[in-house]
């Protein structure tokens, strides 16, 4: 088959179509003819040489894709040849095929074609174990999302809105904002021109944000906490503004917050079994009632990976850039 290699680490032009060996599903394990895949921050963090793949994963980049099942490896029950499924991987999506287990798999959901599939594993997962799972957002809270407009903050925003919460939104300049308010976001706030721990106090009254989602990390830490009601809670998922930060232990005491720090790709897979279930049981039924739906700002050939990671650079897109196999 065909992958995206990365001999060297650097830019995009790092990004080299190969022929690789096919794989081989094991226990537990089924083997996926990828229709599509999709880009994430990880998989540019892994082409610069900064987030290897954990043990036993694929080199090849790729966190999620769509496809159909072409052959089920020994022990694996309730998924067939011919299934067409959408699945959250450890790696390797950015190919022909790619093996994965059983428990990652989600049935492509009814009203999504199976190459759209490909933009909703890796942001459901995240922002429903992040989100739902760990913060406990309740019906009635208000939800900060930072990077609105990213393929993370456009599900977040929807997921949200679905379960009665109220969203406020960070992201760069008007036209980004705007899709936002589009997806159900009631705050709208530019994080070029203002200030988000002032514009969500002024929007809550004083109270503050129940839930910060942040993809930023050590630049927005202690301003996060400002910006978190009593008893609120606040869940880092990116770096994107550095790794190490100072915090008020002092801010976080008097307010009973909560700061969580996760990532998916390397977690178990028992654990990425009960998020994707739960994922299945709570997020799909929103997806095929017309309430929640994948936001795809453009797609390109697997094989010109290159200049999809360049636009996802750029920071100009809004949602998920897909990659298509075929």
């Avoid at 599939?117 to 406990?136: G, I, K, Q, R, Y």
């Avoid at 609105?148 to 379960?163: E, R």
């Avoid at 969203?167 to 706030?189: F, M």
């Amino acid at each position: 088959m065909h992958a995206i290699t990365i001999p060297q680490p650097g830019g995009p032009e790092a990004l080299v179509w190969a022929d690789v060996p096919d794989p081989v599903p094991g226990e537990g394990e089924v083997l996926v003819e990828v229709a599509a895949s999709a880009v994430n921050r990880a998989d540019v963090l892994q082409r610069r040489g900064f987030y290897d793949p954990p043990p036993g994963a694929s080199p090849y980049p790729g966190l999620e894709c769509s496809g159909r099942i072409t052959a089920v490896g020994p022990g694996v029950s309730g998924w067939a040849v011919g299934d067409e499924v959408c699945a959250l991987l450890s790696g390797g999506g950015y190919a022909e095929q790619v093996v994965v287990p059983a428990g990652q798999l989600l049935p492509v959901p009814a009203g999504i074609d199976p190459v759209t599939a490909a933009a909703l594993p890796e942001v459901v997962s995240t922002v429903w174990s992040n989100v739902f799972m760990v913060a406990h957002l309740r019906p009635g809270e208000t939800l900060l999302v930072h990077g609105g407009a990213s393929g993370i903050g456009t599900m977040a925003i929807q997921l949200a809105k679905a379960v009665g919460a109220r969203v406020a939104v960070t992201a760069g300049g008007p036209e980004k904002l705007a899709r936002c308010k589009e997806l159900g976001a009631d705050v709208l706030i530019d994080y070029r021109e203002q200030d988000f721990v002032a514009e969500v106090r002024e929007a809550t009254g004083g109270v503050g944000a129940d839930v910060i989602l942040d993809i930023m990390g050590a630049k927005y830490l202690s301003r996060n906490v400002e910006a978190l009601a009593v008893n609120g809670r606040l869940a880092v998922i990116g770096l994107q503004g550095g790794v190490k930060a100072e915090l008020d232990l002092g801010a976080l005491l008097s307010k009973r917050a909560a700061v969580t720090a996760t990532s998916l790709r390397a977690r178990p897979p028992e654990e990425k079994t009960a998020i994707v279930a739960a994922v299945r049981e709570h997020v799909w039924p929103l997806i095929e009632g017309g309430l929640v739906r994948p936001v795809v700002h453009g797609t390109f050939p697997l094989a010109n990976a290159a200049e999809a990671h360049r636009v996802l650079e750029s920071g100009t897109h809004v949602g998920k850039l897909l990659l298509l196999s075929r």
